[in-house]
């Protein structure tokens, strides 16, 4: 059991080697490597593959790639975990409620975020798409998150957007979270049409906006 | 306030327009910066309908759009006809969601991003695309297309084995299918003649028409239609030799018929919407990879054969514009949804012609001084010395004041580009 | 033997012929029953009836299996009872009795062009493609409907809604109904088919094709090309004539494999048209139809089925190269090469199959007939491996004594 193998992995799932990646996974497990020290592996990964989004030398495609190939050696490992979940460790960080607003059926950009959100540490709660304003407004009351991020793809979103944000008002929780826009067609007009208070134009603004509120993730 | 065109002799604006645009297009400058109307529901909204009132009713779809021509008067118009909202039922198509068939009423519809095709069915598709089609594509897209799936596998048999085959004919599921494709046939058709009927009226009354074909960049059909999102991003990296082989098939495949359609109705704008293109989603290196060569052969292709290609580039598209200018000058339109057009008119100016793109935002929160000023920027910066066509930046939303989109189409006559 | 029960005759037979086919030596050479018309001469009813009344054909062909009492036989309706089929779809490759020949001649197929020379690109980019808006139009009329169809894999989201619009005009409906007509009453003919060889094989009877299949260049200079243009293209466009011809080797295999699937008999018939001696010079028929051929009969091998393969003509100078498949997996059935070559070449490596001649069967005598069978039997069924049959199964003019003495032959002599 090397850490050089370890280092290995690390770079063999942020350089987007799979199949490589995923065998090598399956030999540590056959060595005896702690389920732990894999999903630290898959941590440490993308952590890279999360800078290097930032920095424009990944995009979407390598995000999805990523995403899977966690997927898979999180279903490798699973099974050697007895009950400890590794959502225990983000109960201290920033919780980010998410959903695609009401009559949008789009999911693509919300996934991303998500995905970065997690990345960076974040506890992120996807609420899917096409969500009404009560879905969001049960959510926030039953969860307690600080952020909230609205997103949609269509232009009808603008009105849900706006409805959803007003609804939260209305439930009385307005000053409870904070609230970020996102999506295809959203600018400054719209955060001022919707009542949020910020909007981004992809995944990254939505990380830096919720370091900018809560802080770095734990 | 200059005279509105109504006035007219509508044979004499119909050349002045269509020579407009094709000045435009050429990069030649003209006598002011015209404009094109397109939309999905605004007509609707305009004359107090829902989406589904025009998706159900043809004549409802039509008295909208020639309501919202009349009052715009723009140098050309793309029909809004959605009028099939019968057929995707009966039809039962599985892609999309519709106002009356799972959507609300008054919106607009949204295609369903899934995986239509596994990665083991690339060879499938390269191999024999059409037997792909009708034996698994099909069936999986629409209930009313199920039954396809039981046609014989021709180029397999010879002699006897077609006359034993045709067996196949007496499928109960294959037969109900050519029972429901005739019957959606009847109702599709139906549409399509009244709309028909109705874009010569408008081209009688001086209204060129702004779209005569459509076409797609091939890495967008892998994507949107066969693979989905995901299927599409991870094959970069797992199936790259086959998807690359795909794209190049997929764009001999797609390019059939467009310019014989688009002759046929005399027009020679072909429109390809783009959709996985942007910044953000893919590395320059993957969009030169992936996006751009076969994108740009079809835009080749198309000018070759006299086709004018619409380019529309979703989203912000501003690290492509250093690779996009390869295409002969004076050829074909880019419309920007997101890129600045300041920009863009500095880079490609002497290119290509621009359209665009007052945002969806602006035209359905902001004032009518608003939209004057934005307008009014762009045809003096974008559209000095010509090359400019003004239009929404994904085309006039459904959702925007009625005002407003006056005073869009409108501006195109206060201002002028010099 | 007719003291047997049906089940007793059955395996029994099943297990002579499987025997044949895997070289072992049985107690006696089998016998085959392979015919066009045949059955209609011994019955007294015209061609043209054998095509369109099926009850009478079924009957015609109960009473050739009484009378023979083959060890397998080819289930002929499928081929002869097809005159309403054609009519419906208005098939245009083939004249048939009552349709373009005369009442008692046999159906001929029409040799033309069917495929342009310049369409090979069209076929290999998208081959269904091909078949559907352009090949299927020009050889059957119910099918010309479909040369209006949109381009299916270029149509995608509003354009694919349009798609159905190609099924609202009059001539598509008609077409379609047609084809929905010609479909069912395939059905139906195949439906009593079936039927009739589950009540023959209740009484004994062994089915001999489960599937059929042709050579990839037979495909082509028959169904597509011509023969006149398949022989050119020998020259004029070699290259893709062999990429075609990989390809529908494929396709050929991958079909045959499905369609066989619950058939009773392992057993895939693959009559050759263009494989003979001085048709095509022994080089051209290593390169050009040698290795399709092969190809296929590998892909059937593979999938535990035995291909069945009727070398029209005379295929003497093939001899060698031919040899080169697995032992004791295919049947080699000999038109007009000298079975005793063909012991002395192929015995040991494949079952021979024929082949009395055409000629004696209708104007000899069932002496010469005794005579010619009696030779086969002693030369090629030496040790086993043989499957007496006609030349080309019986020819439809073929004396009713002369085929009784033909299936005596095989109880009488000893291999």
Known sequence: MSNE???????????????????????????????????????????????????????????????????????????????TTDEEDKVDSGMVLIGTVHGDLHDIGKNIVTFMLDVNGYNVIDLGVDVSPQAFIDAIKEKSPEIVGLSGFLTLAFDSMKETVE????????????????????????????????FGLNAMSAVNQCKEWIGEAA | MTPKDSDRDPKELYQERVERIADTVALKET??????YLTRFWNAKLADMTSKDTMYDVEKSISSNRKAIELLQPDAFGAANYAYGQALEKLDYHPLEWPGGGAADDVCFQYIDKELMVPDEYDEYLFDPTAFYLQKYLPRIATGFEGLKHFPNFPTLSEWNIIY?????????????????????????????????????????????????????????????????????????????????????????????????????????????????????????????????????????????????????????????????????????????????????????????????????????????????????????????????????????????????????????????? | MLDKTGAELYAEREQRINDAMALKETDRVPLSMFSHFWPATLAGITFEQAMYDYDAFHDAMRQTLELMQPDMYALNQTYICVGPTLELMNFKQLEWPGHGTEPNVSFQFLDREYMKRDEYDAYLADTTDFFLRKYMPRIAGAFEPFAKLPYLPAQYYFKMIRVPTAFAGDEMIEGLEKILAAGKEMRKMMGGALKFAKDMAERGFVQSIGGSAAAPFDNFADYLRGSKGAMLDLFRNKDK?????????????????I?????????????????????????????????????????????????????????????????????????????????????????????????????????????????????????????????????????????????????????????
């Open chain 1, 5 to 83: 193998k370890h280092e290995k992995l690390v770079n063999l799932i942020a350089d987007m080697e799979e199949d490589e990646a995923l065998t090598l996974t399956q030999e540590l497990i056959d060595e005896g490597a702690e389920p732990t020290a894999i999903l630290d592996i898959c941590r440490a990964a993308m952590d890279i593959v999360g800078q290097r989004f930032e920095d424009n030398e990944y995009f979407v495609p390598e995000l999805i790639l990523a995403g899977e190939v966690l997927d898979q050696m999180s279903a490798m490992v699973k099974p050697l975990i007895a009950d």
């Open chain 1, 167 to 198: 609804a939260i008002s209305e439930a009385g929780l307005r000053e409870e979270v904070k609230i970020m826009i996102g999506g295809g067609q959203v600018d400054e007009q719209i955060l001022n049409y919707t009542g949020a208070d910020s």
């Open chain 2, 31 to 36: 006598d002011r910066v015209p404009y094109i």
């Open chain 2, 165 to 418: 085959n045709l067996r196949a004919f007496a499928n109960p599921e294959l037969q109900e299918s050519f029972k429901t494709l005739m019957e959606v046939g009847e109702m599709v058709d139906h549409s399509m003649t009244k709309m028909t009927e109705f874009i010569k009226e408008m081209i009688e009354a001086g209204y060129p028409m702004a779209i005569g074909g459509f076409c797609k960049a091939p890495y967008d059909h892998i994507v949107d239609f066969l693979r989905g999102s995901k299927g599409g991003m991870l094959d970069m990296f797992r199936h790259k030799d086959k998807l690359l082989e795909t794209i190049d098939k997929a764009r001999l495949l797609l390019n059939t018929n467009v310019v014989e359609g688009a002759k046929l109705v005399g027009c020679p704008y072909v429109f390809i919407p783009l959709h996985w293109g942007l910044d953000g989603f893919m590395s320059p290196d993957q969009f030169n990879e992936f996006y751009w060569p076969s994108l740009r052969q079809t835009i080749h292709d198309l000018i070759d054969a006299e086709m004018t290609p619409v380019i529309l580039w979703e989203g912000d598209c501003t690290t492509r514009l250093e690779f996009i200018g390869d295409i002969p000058p004076g050829k074909a339109i880019y419309w920007f949804e997101r890129t600045d057009l300041h920009t863009t008119k500095d880079v490609l100016g002497d290119v290509v012609c621009l359209r665009g793109n007052v945002p969806p935002s602006l035209l359905n929160t902001g004032t009518v001084d608003e939209v004057n000023a934005y307008c009014k920027d762009l045809i003096e910066y974008v559209g000095k010395g010509g090359g400019f066509i003004l239009d929404g930046a994904a085309s006039i939303t459904d959702e925007a004041p009625i005002e407003n989109v006056v005073a869009m189409a409108e501006s195109v006559r206060k201002y002028a580009n010099k």
């Open chain 3, 241 to 257: 004539l062999l990429e075609c011809m990989d390809r529908v080797a494929d396709c050929i295999i991958e079909d045959t494999i």
């Open chain 3, 259 to 415: 369609a066989s699937k619950n058939n009773p008999s392992r057993q895939i018939f693959i009559p050759l048209h263009w494989g003979l001696d001085n048709f095509m010079s022994p080089e051209q028929f290593e390169l050009f139809f040698w290795p399709p051929l092969r190809k296929v009969l590998m892909g059937f091998i593979e999938a535990d089925l035995i291909p069945c393969v009727l070398w029209e003509g005379d295929c003497t100078t093939r001899l060698e190269t031919i040899a080169d498949i697995p032992v004791g997996k295919a049947v080699y059935w000999f038109e007009q090469t000298d079975m005793g070559l063909a012991k002395s070449v192929l015995g040991g490596i494949t079952c021979l199959r024929g082949n009395v001649s055409s000629s004696v069967l209708i104007t000899g005598t069932p002496d010469d007939v005794d005579e010619e069978c009696k030779k086969l039997i002693k030369v090629a069924g030496k040790g086993g491996g043989f499957i007496l049959d006609g030349a080309i199964g019986l020819p439809d003019e073929a004396k009713v004594e002369n085929v009784i003495a033909m299936a005596e032959s095989v109880r009488k002599y000893a291999n």
